[in-house]
């Protein structure tokens, strides 16, 4: 196993390794016996391992080779290829720092910088002298509206800054030392205890909720209403869309009105409580009564507003970012507990299912789809029912479905935001297209930076199980159906249907070439439908109102609504659902309120890695599959990056061929050494030093690229520079000279304090490298050659005596 050693990834200095703990081969023994022997269990079983010790002992995986079919080699192989796995000791701690393009665009490398000089690490190194923490870079954590994100452990931190990250870190030490916290009870509460509830209390519970509070908001609420005895249900939701507002709440009173609240805190919920639901008995009244009056008193003394105000979702910024939604994939956002089997059934959940199981032939289900005009919401948008009939047409015994939830464009959300949140729509969805394939099992792909979606398909298909809406004779029917679920290991190429088929059956991550396609030969060589989460939870909509009704969504060629993630520079991040054709602008100035802080809006990062920018002058582009290939871009799953006057398109084009270069499974040539080439001529152009010739030969391994590589991955790794070049050629060839007229790339500028300065020392005080002499009273001057272009001085300083220049 010392190979695989070599190949780590993500290895640290020889002196700088944490103690690892001892190996308990009888866990390997459960882990093989939980998961099989054959070679299709190689990674769950490396993931068991991985998450019982935190990388992969030699030993552990000797143990493995000796009780199952899975070679040394095979062990190797997948082991390097998946950036999840790890091989040598690592800290007590984690922190992951995400790289999604959000948080490139919000300073993630200076969090970064920040974080290993807070630990003093050296160039090389990732993990504490003292074995606490251990750096990790990850290409997205699905948090794109709070970036720049970090998570440690179990712990997500957005809106970062460099200045804060010392904070945070020995905030999470404070907190660690404590002992973990108690585990929260999710569940909705009757706290009347006889089903009499006044009202309920809904509080939103997605990652990005939780990582701004919403948790510890919910513990709250459940506090409150248990210590007045207010008669209402504490119930958890899932993602509202609007992102930008967590923590938020909201209050149903018994006669039907809503109140809702944005940003709430803690200390707040009491109020907010007692405004809509009156304590029971007269101890919780006079005990209330007296807290409010202190409460009231407490907040004049400190000319504090001591009122909660709502927010009206029918006017102001709420109802712009809400009204031009139309919520097809999200319905029922913010209504329903996720995990609560009943509540979705009393939403119609399950009721499309039953009509295909008792009413209609799978080809009527199809002709539905087919009417609907359903293009799945991932890449060029195949339209569905082609997949689906082909599949259903295949002469095989057995058949497969599989849910594509892997969603490793950084910057995108959407998958991870339905499965938490709509965990049922997209398992009645997935056996709907079981059914009128004629496959009777299925798995859900999801990428292991999902933690919570993946525990809650989990909990949800045992609960379907339960009862009878999947397992043996479904509904009653004679159809049986079984679902399970397959975790990611951490590589982008598995959203290519053929890469993730051989990473279900325990290979790397690599495509084939097409055809035959999956629909003919998928999953073990047998007929595989694959859809991706969004395509699935559009069905049981479709087949309840008629493909008719959805197509009366959209533009001629697609139809429907599309759900995006929008962040970036943008005042009103969230998740978003629109009917497909509106524009651009819509999309970024009615809903997401413009770019924020006066800056000027300049372009539109739209379909990850394989999407181009759109610049502003074209934001009257409409959404839809042919509009935007038409100006260089793909809908791709739906991320939609906002970029400002301060980003430079040319480091944006750097920063994705560093992504597609790295995640490039290296089977062909024209990928694993073109975008290879292409990525050291941008970062030339970066650091100044190319020259015009580069930008022709940068153009000719584009078309070379594209025209030449095996799989999606690679012929679309060529857009995002296309697109730049096409549009923002002056930014490139201001490169050529010397200039980064956006200020970003650190080779080419340069920090400057002006006359403006009044020695007021706070800059030498927070520089992290010393690179400002602190002199009181007297002009500041920055050492270029210390200077690693943190921002903070600028951004600490009172009197804006700070600016960039050119180097």
Request: glycine share 10%; proline share 5%.
């Amino acid at each position: 196993m010392s190979a695989a050693v070599g190949n780590d990834r993500n290895g640290v200095d020889g002196n700088v390794i944490a103690a690892a703990d001892a190996i308990d081969l009888a866990f390997v023994d459960q882990a093989v016996a939980s998961h099989g022997g054959g070679p299709e269990a190689v990674i769950p079983i490396l993931q068991a391992i991985q998450t019982r010790y935190r990388y992969l002992p030699d030993a552990a995986l000797q143990r493995v080779c000796e009780l199952t079919e899975i070679t040394p080699s095979t062990i190797t192989g997948v082991s390097t290829f998946y950036t999840q796995f790890r091989h040598r000791p690592m800290g007590r701690h984690a922190i992951q720092v995400c790289r999604g393009t959000a948080c490139h665009v919000k300073g993630a490398d200076l969090i970064e910088e920040a974080i290993a000089l807070h630990l003093g690490l050296e160039p090389g190194e990732d993990t504490d002298r003292k074995g606490q923490f251990t750096i990790e870079p990850v290409a997205c954590l699905g948090c794109c509206t709070l970036a720049p994100v970090v998570q440690i452990d179990d712990a997500t931190y957005g809106r970062l800054t460099p200045q804060s990250v010392p904070g945070t870190v020995r905030e999470f030490s404070r907190r660690s030392t404590s002992g973990p916290s108690p585990r929260r009870d999710l569940r909705k509460r009757d706290v009347t205890g006889s089903g009499s509830a006044a009202g309920e209390i809904r509080v939103g519970l997605g990652s990005c909720c939780v990582a701004q509070g919403s948790g510890h908001v919910f513990d709250k609420v459940q506090e409150v209403v248990t210590s007045i005895g207010a008669a209402a249900d504490v119930k958890r939701v899932g993602c509202v869309g609007m992102c930008h507002q967590t923590p938020l709440v909201e209050t149903i009173r018994s006669d039907g009105t809503s109140r809702l609240y944005c940003h709430v805190q803690a200390e707040q919920v009491e109020q907010i409580v007692l405004q809509n639901f009156q304590p029971t008995g007269i101890a919780s009244r006079l005990k209330t009564s007296w807290s409010k009056l202190v409460a009231d008193l407490y907040g004049r003394e400190n000319g504090a507003d001591s009122c909660v105000e709502a927010v009206s979702p029918h006017e102001g910024p709420v109802c712009e970012f809400l009204g031009p939604q139309k919520r097809i994939a999200t319905e029922s956002c913010g209504d329903i507990d996720p995990l609560d089997l009943g509540e979705y059934q009393r939403h119609e959940g399950f009721v499309a299912l039953k009509r295909c199981l008792n009413e209609l032939s799978g080809e009527a289900v199809i002709d539905e789809v087919e009417r609907s005009g359903l293009r799945g919401r991932g890449g060029a948008g195949f339209p569905s029912a082609i997949k689906w009939r082909t599949v259903r047409a295949a002469d095989a015994a057995t058949k497969y479905v599989i849910c594509n939830g892997d969603e490793g464009d950084p910057g995108a959300f959407m998958d991870r935001m339905i499965l938490e949140s709509f965990p049922y729509r997209v398992i009645e969805g997935m056996a709907i297209a079981a059914v009128a394939a004629g496959a009777h099992e299925g798995y859900f792909y999801i990428r292991a930076e999902y933690p919570l979606a993946v525990q809650r398909i989990r909990h949800a298909i045992a609960e379907c199980e339960a009862a009878g809406l999947l397992g043996e004779r479904i509904m009653g029917s004679s159809y049986s159906l079984k679902f399970s679920v397959k975790e990611g290991a951490g590589a982008f190429i598995c959203g290519e249907e053929t890469a993730l088929i051989h990473s279900i059956e325990g290979g790397r991550g690599t495509p084939r070439l097409r055809p035959p396609f999956p629909a003919e030969s998928g999953l073990w060589e047998k007929p595989t439908l694959i859809n991706n989460v969004e395509t699935l939870s559009l069905v049981p909509w479709i087949l309840r109102h008629g493909g008719e009704e959805f197509a009366k969504f959209g533009t001629e060629t697609s139809k429907g609504t599309k759900v995006f993630a929008l962040a970036g520079k943008i005042r009103r991040g969230g998740l978003i659902e629109v009917p497909m054709g509106v524009t651009i602008a819509q999309i970024v100035d009615q809903i997401g309120g413009g770019v924020p802080d006066g800056h000027r809006f300049k372009a539109v990062q739209i379909g990850g890695p394989s999407g181009g920018c759109v610049p502003a002058s074209l934001a009257d582009t409409p959404v839809d599959y042919e509009a935007l290939s038409r100006v260089g871009a793909i809908m791709g799953s739906g991320g939609m990056v906002v970029l400002d006057d301060t980003d430079c398109m040319v480091d944006i084009a750097r920063y994705f061929l560093r992504f597609t270069q790295d995640q490039s499974c290296g089977k062909c040539t024209y990928c694993r050494v073109g975008t290879k080439r292409m990525l050291e001529i941008l970062e030339r152009i970066c650091e100044g030093k190319a020259k015009k010739g580069d930008l022709d030969l940068l153009e000719d391994l584009c078309q070379s690229v594209s025209s030449g590589s095996l799989c999606g991955l690679g012929k679309t790794a060529p857009n995002p520079v296309l697109s730049t070049l096409k549009y923002f050629r002056d930014e490139y060839e201001a490169h050529l000279n010397g200039h980064c007229p956006a200020g970003k790339c650190k080779n080419l500028i340069a920090y400057h304090i002006t006359d403006a300065c009044i020695g007021c020392t706070l800059c030498a005080q927070h520089c992290p490298v010393d690179a400002i002499p602190a002199v009181p009273y007297a002009k500041h001057v920055v050492d270029v050659d210390k200077c690693t272009a943190c921002d903070t001085c600028r951004v600490v300083c009172p009197e804006h005596a700070v600016e960039i220049v050119r180097r």
